[in-house]
């Protein structure tokens, strides 16, 4: 019955299709991830929801050598209070159903370049892999997070059964606690769990459903034929032990092009970066959804301020819990001439630009590879999820960063940012890790690095 499934004998090239979580740090690194694969020479498809279709071509992106098809995104959340966990919720709800039928039709359309390989995001079911198993595609988990994430996501059922977290929410059960995952990750706390959220902070996340979330994964993650990930070997040399089949695939970048945003950017930062002079620039960006209270959005003001150097600033419309963005009064006016500030910026290019001089960030893994990889050093916000141990990873064991910390009332205040800023400002030995470790991750994104990976890989799709 599935014998049509198969590759025909005049098949030149492996076909992908890859399935994002349709949320922005996932669907922009699959993105990348396609192109990639394109360069070296598999066809690509790419599923995502029609809403983010839409939007990626609202932005104004071509895609030229990936086809885009879309289902529906099983939810009425269509629109800018959307919250990310119910619309991965609702996606995957409805992926199983749509999935087989898909890959039929595009497989009928196109009988000599049928689909031969499933790439789906870190999910929290096996249907998609089970469909692709019964289709006799082979299949593949693209990991969008950290070397320490992947380590942490499958050290959890030996911390519970070790009575070190709790087996329903994964709290610490003992405060003074550090753990060493691996000889290069730094010893971590209940603060680094990737299932934690900052209190204080109103996320959409919740901690418990966040955790029994992973602990499924957790199973998943040994189902697939691969588990791609972004980051490149010295950044965890052990964490080739975590699975038997990692391809390393970082880092993922776009190479000056623009992929896979839901906004467009804002390319005027760029005419004005050229006139700050070099390294001089703080740029300031905290993803796709972080959120702020205005409380803390107005300290980030002040401690901007308080900083006086130039900097530029990424603001989401959304970015302020629950209201519209509210600057303190005569803070524009008086950063006229210091700052720019833009809903949203060609993130990359900034980061390469010779005038940033460091990045205050959220510690997003896609941000972190890219800060990385055009050598910039970090200062850390983290906000939840992975964020923390990404934060702790960056200033511990890369030593690229220094992280800000919060009061005790969950505040970061303008005087912590200035104090870290000029910290970081000033520190030589941070600015030459961060120069040495963007040499490796340049060297892992040319011809020599990743590339053969990635050829092997798409070899062993056609066997
Ligand atoms: N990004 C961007 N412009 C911005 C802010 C972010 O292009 O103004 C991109 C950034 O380059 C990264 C992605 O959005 O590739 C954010 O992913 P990340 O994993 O860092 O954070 P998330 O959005 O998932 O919290």
């Given at each position: 019955?599935?014998?049509?499934?198969?590759?025909?004998?005049?098949?030149?090239?492996?076909?992908?299709?890859?399935?994002?979580?349709?949320?922005?740090?996932?669907?922009?690194?699959?993105?990348?991830?396609?192109?990639?694969?394109?360069?070296?020479?598999?066809?690509?498809?790419?599923?995502?929801?029609?809403?983010?279709?839409?939007?990626?071509?609202?932005?104004?992106?071509?895609?030229?050598?990936?086809?885009?098809?879309?289902?529906?995104?099983?939810?009425?959340?269509?629109?800018?209070?959307?919250?990310?966990?119910?619309?991965?919720q609702s996606f995957l709800h409805v992926l199983p159903g749509h999935l087989e039928n898909?890959?039929?039709?595009?497989?009928?359309?196109?009988?000599?370049?049928?689909?031969?390989?499933?790439?789906?995001?870190?999910?929290?079911?096996?249907?998609?892999?089970?469909?692709?198993?019964?289709?006799?595609?082979?299949?593949?988990?693209?990991?969008?997070?950290?070397?320490?994430?992947?380590?942490?996501?499958?050290?959890?059922?030996?911390?519970?059964?070790?009575?070190?977290?709790?087996?329903?929410?994964?709290?610490?059960?003992?405060?003074?606690?550090?753990?060493?995952?691996?000889p290069n990750l730094p010893a971590l706390d209940g603060a680094d769990f990737i299932w934690?959220?900052?209190?204080?902070?109103?996320?959409?996340?919740?901690?418990?459903?966040?955790?029994?979330?992973?602990?499924?994964?957790?199973?998943?993650?040994?189902?697939?034929?691969?588990?791609?990930?972004?980051?490149?070997?010295?950044?965890?040399?052990?964490?080739?032990?975590?699975?038997?089949?990692?391809?390393?695939?970082?880092?993922?970048?776009?190479?000056?092009?623009?992929?896979?945003?839901?906004?467009?950017?804002?390319?005027?930062?760029?005419?004005?970066?050229?006139?700050?002079?070099?390294?001089?620039?703080?740029?300031?960006?905290?993803?796709?959804?972080?959120?702020?209270?205005?409380?803390?959005?107005?300290?980030?003001?002040?401690?901007?301020?308080?900083?006086?150097?130039?900097?530029?600033?990424?603001?989401?419309?959304?970015?302020?819990?629950?209201?519209?963005?509210?600057?303190?009064?005569?803070?524009?006016?008086?950063?006229?001439?210091?700052?720019?500030?833009?809903?949203?910026?060609?993130?990359?290019?900034?980061?390469?630009?010779?005038?940033?001089?460091?990045?205050?960030?959220?510690?997003?893994w896609n941000s972190t590879m890219e800060s990385i990889s055009m050598g910039i050093p970090?200062?850390?916000?983290?906000?939840?999820?992975?964020?923390?141990?990404?934060?702790?990873?960056?200033?511990?064991?890369?030593?690229?960063?220094?992280?800000?910390?919060?009061?005790?009332?969950?505040?970061?205040?303008?005087?912590?940012?200035?104090?870290?800023?000029?910290?970081?400002?000033?520190?030589?030995?941070?600015?030459?890790?961060?120069?040495?470790?963007?040499?490796?991750?340049?060297?892992?994104?040319?011809?020599?690095?990743?590339?053969?990976?990635?050829?092997?890989?798409?070899?062993?799709?056609?066997?």
């Amino acid at each position: 019955e599935h014998a049509s499934i198969s590759p025909s004998p005049h098949q030149a090239n492996a076909h992908v299709l890859l399935v994002p979580l349709p949320i922005q740090g996932h669907v922009a690194p699959f993105m990348k991830l396609g192109h990639q694969l394109a360069r070296h020479g598999s066809k690509v498809t790419f599923l995502t929801t029609e809403f983010i279709r839409a939007q990626i071509q609202m932005a104004g992106e071509e895609q030229e050598d990936i086809t885009i098809i879309s289902v529906p995104d099983g939810s009425a959340l269509e629109d800018n209070h959307k919250d990310d966990y119910q619309l991965v919720q609702s996606f995957l709800h409805v992926l199983p159903g749509h999935l087989e039928n898909l890959i039929r039709k595009a497989n009928e359309a196109e009988p000599d370049s049928k689909i031969t390989c499933l790439i789906v995001d870190l999910v929290f079911t096996r249907a998609p892999l089970e469909i692709a198993e019964k289709m006799g595609l082979k299949h593949a988990i693209f990991f969008p997070s950290a070397p320490g994430a992947l380590a942490m996501m499958l050290h959890i059922p030996k911390l519970i059964e070790a009575g070190i977290i709790d087996a329903d929410d994964g709290t610490a059960k003992k405060n003074e606690l550090k753990i060493q995952l691996s000889p290069n990750l730094p010893a971590l706390d209940g603060a680094d769990f990737i299932w934690n959220v900052r209190p204080g902070n109103k996320s959409n996340f919740n901690q418990k459903a966040t955790f029994q979330y992973l602990l499924l994964v957790n199973q998943i993650l040994k189902v697939p034929n691969w588990v791609l990930c972004n980051w490149f070997h010295e950044l965890d040399p052990s964490a080739n032990a975590l699975l038997p089949n990692i391809i390393k695939v970082g880092p993922l970048l776009a190479n000056g092009k623009s992929i896979g945003n839901f906004w467009s950017e804002d390319l005027s930062c760029l005419p004005w970066l050229d006139r700050q002079s070099p390294g001089s620039v703080i740029y300031i960006a905290f993803g796709s959804s972080s959120r702020f209270s205005q409380q803390q959005f107005h300290e980030l003001a002040f401690g901007l301020e308080l900083i006086g150097k130039s900097f530029l600033w990424v603001v989401r419309s959304d970015f302020i819990n629950g209201s519209s963005n509210e600057y303190p009064d005569g803070f524009l006016d008086r950063v006229t001439n210091l700052g720019k500030i833009v809903k949203w910026a060609p993130q990359e290019k900034v980061l390469a630009h010779p005038s940033i001089a460091c990045y205050m960030t959220h510690c997003g893994w896609n941000s972190t590879m890219e800060s990385i990889s055009m050598g910039i050093p970090m200062l850390c916000w983290p906000y939840f999820g992975d964020q923390f141990l990404n934060k702790s990873c960056v200033c511990y064991s890369w030593k690229v960063g220094l992280e800000i910390n919060p009061d005790e009332n969950g505040l970061i205040s303008r005087y912590e940012i200035k104090r870290k800023a000029d910290e970081l400002l000033c520190d030589e030995g941070i600015k030459a890790n961060a120069l040495k470790l963007k040499e490796l991750a340049q060297n892992n994104a040319s011809e020599g690095g990743s590339s053969k990976n990635f050829r092997d890989f798409v070899a062993q799709l056609m066997l």
